[in-house]
């Protein structure tokens, strides 16, 4: 968004602000769209900050670097993006998959242990390199088999030790430390005939590579806790 109003910026949704302890709801456009200047433009940081009686005078616009984090009213960018509407904004992308009814899972880029997209890929890959005849007809026609010849079952158990590895990081653990509790979390003795995980045992198990039953140790631990059936 601009700091003032007009010009080529983004033309948000309508946001919302506490006035007097009711939710009011505020358009991000400036004028009607037959304004003979401003048509359907968007109002601009300034414009936008004043309609909520938050002063913007003897601030910037916007930081030319980073934001000041420790600042509380370092710009009036920063201001903005503290208001609960925008805090309460999700991305496009996110709404996007959202409304196709799928749940958008946000991780952090670099790590990847924490995107078990990356285990899918290189089994995918695997597959490909497997069956490759080194002609791109025969990569386009095996693609949709090496996607479907992961199992479910196995994605899930990426998805568990992506937990796994998310839990000793919030413990506060390094790489290493982080490593080694994962490893000997999916290396500890199964014991119960109580908790036989049925489901991935109904699948193609020997498919499964000696790591993977290692895993398969961690959905069925956690299967109640992520509601899997
Ligand atoms: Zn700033």
Not at 15 to 34: E, I, N, V
Not at 100 to 127: D, Q, S, T
Not at 210 to 228: A, E, K, P, Q, S
Request: neutral net charge; hydrophobic residues 35%; contains cysteine.
């Amino acid at each position: 968004m601009n700091v003032n109003p007009g010009g080529a910026q983004a033309h948000p949704h309508n946001g919302w602000y506490l006035h007097d302890g009711q939710m009011t709801s505020q358009s991000m456009t400036l004028f009607p769209a037959d304004h003979p200047t401003y048509p359907d433009q968007p109002k601009g940081l300034c414009h936008v900050l004043a309609e909520r009686s938050i002063s913007t005078q003897r601030i910037r616009g916007k930081c030319k670097t980073k934001c000041d984090l420790e600042a509380i009213a370092c710009c009036c960018h920063q201001i903005l993006e503290c208001q609960p509407d925008f805090q309460d904004q999700k991305s496009l992308v996110q709404e996007v998959i959202e409304q196709a009814h799928h749940l958008c899972i946000v991780l952090p880029k670099f790590y990847c242990e924490l995107n078990f997209i990356e285990f899918f890929w290189g089994a995918v890959k695997r597959y490909l390199q497997e069956q490759c005849d080194m002609t791109f007809e025969t990569l386009k026609e095996n693609m949709p088999q090496a996607l479907a010849s992961v199992e479910l079952a196995t994605i899930r158990q990426w998805e568990h030790q992506m937990h796994r590895w998310m839990d000793a990081y919030c413990e506060g653990l390094g790489t290493r430390d982080a490593n080694a509790k994962v490893k000997a979390f999916s290396s500890t003795k199964y014991k119960s005939h109580r908790r036989i995980p049925e489901t991935p045992l109904a699948g193609d198990v020997t498919s499964l590579t000696y790591t993977h039953n290692h895993n398969l140790f961690v959905w069925c631990r956690h299967r109640d806790l992520y509601g899997y059936p």
